[in-house]
């Protein structure tokens, strides 16, 4: 498997962390725990999940609680007048929150990359309209956040 490839599932298993986070009110080292031992790179029912760079899911999970505050409000200001995050389908809210931590935090990641990334995990678990509002609040963020990129 290549870099790209556990940089990838690293995404995915975050995104899914973060969800289990808010819906089961699990805590960080809780969730942390748990996937690394019985989700990353292990069979599960069945299903193989592939291997993922475990520092940059730790990253991104750490990063999205560590500024969720901050993180929550641009993404309200980003979204559609009337459509607040709170309104937002939980995992949805997921691939956002750390859509957004990892194009603030993360300028080794191109943005273009980040959000194409993002976009494919929402294109897995949702329909083709809640992948493009993905794009379209991570493209504006990615505009304002990393200007020079889209120069």
Known sequence: MSRADDRSAARL????????????GAGLDEVVAQFESHWIGQ???????KPAELALFRQILGGVLADQGAIDRTLDETLAAGWPLRRVEALLRAILRAGLYELKARPDTPARVAIKEYVDIGGAFFE???????NAVLDRLARQERAPEFA
């Not at 298993?13 to 089961?24: D, P, S």
């Not at 069979?43 to 999940?49: A, I, L, P, S």
């Not at 083709?128 to 993905?134: D, F, V």
């Open 13 to 24: 298993a975050a995104v899914q962390a973060l969800y289990q986070m808010e819906v089961g």
């Open 128 to 134: 083709r309209e809640e992948a493009g509002m993905i």
């Open 43 to 49: 069979e599960v029912e069945g299903d193989q999940y």
